[in-house]
């Protein structure tokens, strides 16, 4: 379980309406059972993302999401070297503890709502500036071509 230590529960802030929707998309597309599960999925892979991505990708993917979903992401240090996506879901299940299936899990559905958000021509150069193995984790097929 992640949960933000710094924070009691009693004087954490409430969250915006845009962020609720995001929780209800992420809770909807990973069948979590409560709205609390949902949120810790969102600040794992949010918090992943934010080690992957630079440059106006980032900062255009932070301004199209709500904005405890961006402060979640902006927060982290760029990684100097990108992970492919199967690494990247392998990080995230040593940061979590969880297994990889739930992990992938979570980072497909994470992933859902951040395209709504997004839109497909961000979620495009994203795609562009990430290792491949990411498109599937957006739902999307991971295009090569032939040598």
Do not use: N
């Amino acid at each position: 379980m992640i949960t933000d230590v710094r924070v009691p529960l009693e004087h954490q802030q409430p969250y915006s309406t845009a962020y609720e929707q995001m929780l209800e998309k992420v809770r909807y597309e990973g069948a979590y059972p409560t709205r609390e599960r949902a949120d810790e999925a969102v600040r794992l892979v949010l918090s992943g993302l934010g080690r992957q991505l630079t440059g106006d990708e980032r900062v255009d993917l932070a301004a199209c999401l709500p904005p405890e979903a961006a402060r979640v992401m902006t927060a982290q240090i760029p990684a100097t070297q990108p992970l492919t996506g199967w690494a990247f879901v392998k990080a995230l299940a040593a940061r979590s503890g969880a297994s990889l299936a739930t992990t992938r899990w979570d980072t497909g559905s994470v992933f859902a709502a951040v395209a709504a958000h997004a839109g497909p021509d961000l979620i495009t150069r994203i795609l562009q500036q990430l290792p491949t193995g990411h498109a599937l984790l957006f739902g999307r097929a991971e295009l090569t071509t032939a040598a």
